[in-house]
């Protein structure tokens, strides 16, 4: 009996060391776990989209109404780019219908925060924490770029497509505008090149899922200029050259200097 203990006695560290010298199994990254993740039914998850949308609608509809009391100064404020041109109005009641179109992307675009914030807070129980460090960054930067791209539109490619129309008939027709055609241009300009100025936003966010790098994303810049030349003749409601170059340019502008970023986050 006690030979049997003593040979226990010695065999156990063998084990013991054999034991620890097998292989452990490689730790969960604390940065893919999903924190405070609250389990949740399909009804559940129904109800919370169900009140998302109507909340959201219901911001919608008020900005709208807003923006509908103060239409005059906003269609006064779009008109400022065709300088020198009388509109027109051809039925009764485009006026009012150009003043609800105003409005309704006056509205939508005020409430953009608050339909991002909607989703985010949506989607959020499903996110790691890597993909939550992201959250803030994209809403912020998606907003201040869709921002800038309005300025932009506004201040250069409006100006510059209108100008290309005047003087492309001034020896030929009077300049008398149709006020809805001229409005469906021009916030249809606006609203696209808000949206291509989200280029950098969508660079950032595919380089830090690891799905992109900065250097793939410099090596296929042959493509990124085909594909911005098609941009800007897509998302340009005019055929003019000159507003097709403009946005294209900028396109390119902000991918080339989204992949600045993308370095400088180490990507």
């Not at 609203?191 to 969508?202: C, E, H, K, N, Y």
């Given at each position: 009996m006690t030979s049997s203990q003593h040979v226990d006695t010695?065999?156990?560290?063998?084990?013991?060391?054999?034991?620890?010298?097998?292989?452990?199994?490689?730790?969960?990254n604390p940065l893919d776990e999903l924190p405070g993740e609250v389990e949740m039914s399909i009804f559940d998850h129904l109800e919370e989209l169900r009140q998302r949308i109507f909340y959201s609608l219901?911001?919608?509809?008020?900005?709208?109404?807003?923006?509908?009391?103060?239409?005059?100064?906003?269609?006064?404020?779009?008109?400022?780019?065709?300088?020198?041109?009388?509109?027109?109005?051809?039925?009764?009641?485009?006026?009012?219908?150009?003043?609800?179109?105003?409005a309704a992307y006056g509205g939508f675009i005020l409430t953009t925060p608050f339909i991002l914030y909607q989703i985010i807070r949506f989607v959020l129980p499903g996110l790691t924490v890597r993909e939550r460090r992201l959250v803030i960054p994209v809403v912020l930067g998606s907003s201040v770029?869709?921002?800038?791209?309005?300025?932009?539109?506004?201040?250069?490619?409006?100006?510059?497509?209108?100008?290309?129309?005047?003087?492309?008939?001034?020896?030929?027709?009077?300049?008398?505008?149709?006020?809805?055609?001229?409005?469906?241009?021009?916030?249809?300009?606006?609203?696209?090149?808000?949206?291509?100025?989200?280029?950098?936003?969508?660079?950032?966010?595919?380089?830090?899922?690891?799905?992109?790098?900065?250097?793939?994303?410099?090596?296929?810049?042959?493509?990124?200029?085909?594909?911005?030349?098609?941009?800007?003749?897509?998302l340009t409601p005019s055929t003019d050259p000159l507003t097709q170059s403009l946005l294209a340019g900028a396109v390119l502008g902000l991918y080339f200097g989204g992949i600045g970023l993308v370095k400088l986050t180490g990507k």
């Open positions: 010695i065999s156990s560290p063998d084990i013991d060391s054999e034991a620890s010298a097998e292989p452990s199994i490689n730790p969960i219901l911001v919608v509809v008020v900005g709208i109404v807003g923006c509908f009391i103060v239409v005059k100064p906003l269609v006064k404020l779009l008109e400022v780019p065709a300088h020198g041109v009388k509109f027109l109005q051809l039925a009764p009641g485009e006026f009012f219908f150009v003043s609800m179109k105003v770029l869709f921002l800038f791209g309005l300025v932009f539109a506004y201040i250069a490619l409006i100006p510059a497509a209108l100008q290309f129309f005047l003087n492309y008939g001034a020896d030929v027709v009077e300049q008398i505008w149709s006020i809805d055609k001229y409005f469906e241009f021009v916030l249809l300009l606006l609203f696209s090149t808000g949206l291509a100025f989200q280029v950098p936003v969508i660079q950032l966010l595919l380089a830090n899922l690891g799905i992109v790098s900065s250097q793939i994303m410099l090596k296929g810049w042959r493509y990124v200029i085909m594909t911005a030349v098609i941009l800007g003749a897509i």
